[in-house]
């Protein structure tokens, strides 16, 4: 009988590990990632389905247990598990009228830490980084060079990025070089 061959499914960027020791860059953790949106009157209904109460104002986002919801508009959420979740399940449990799409395949995360990770970020993305404009907790649908990217902050000096898999390259570069500038601080 033959045997069957298997493809592994590999990430975009596999391993890869960059920047300085001022702004380190390395792969976030696989997850699993929903675009979710839904009106005013479905929120509560998810938020307890999904085990965290979904931020309902601009720049915000909630954590609890590995799951982060992303505030990304006044009805659309981007809800990352690090878990191995179901959150498609999840959802479509809550009893409510929303629409969740599963995007774990099309996004890719990076971290981005160190006493230098905002300066390095601010070499292809315009948003003010400054802790007093953006704190911990802040998130922001922005731009990174010429590709569209979810960018959080987890910590004073720790960022997260969120980007189609599709320009991880690009992003990675991009993170490379300002990190590089960073150096001169």
């Known amino acids: 009988m033959a045997e069957i061959a298997r493809a592994e499914r590999q990430t975009a960027l596999d391993g ?6 001022k702004a380190r860059i390395t792969l976030t953790p ?15 209904g998810l938020s307890a389905a999904l085990g965290l109460t979904l ?3 601009p720049k915000t986002s909630a954590s609890k247990d590995n799951r982060l919801a992303l505030w990304l508009g006044p009805d659309e959420w981007l809800v990352i598990d690090e878990n191995d979740a179901t959150l498609m399940e999840a959802c479509a449990g809550s009893g409510t009228i929303h629409s969740a799409t599963d995007v774990s395949h099309r996004n890719i995360g990076f971290s981005i830490a160190g006493p230098a990770a905002a300066h390095a970020l601010n070499a292809a993305c315009p948003l003010d980084l400054s802790p007093k404009a953006f704190p911990v907790g802040s998130c922001a649908r922005t731009v990174f060079g010429k590709i569209e990217i979810v960018l959080y902050r987890y910590a004073d000096d720790a960022f997260r990025l969120e980007c189609w898999r599709s320009f991880a390259d690009y992003a990675f570069g991009l993170l490379e070089e300002g990190a590089a500038d960073a150096l001169t601080l």
């Open 16 to 21: 890869r590990q960059g920047g300085t020791a």
């Open 55 to 57: 931020p309902r104002q």
């Open 30 to 44: 696989p997850a699993t990632r929903i675009n979710l949106r839904a009106g005013e009157e479905a929120v509560s």
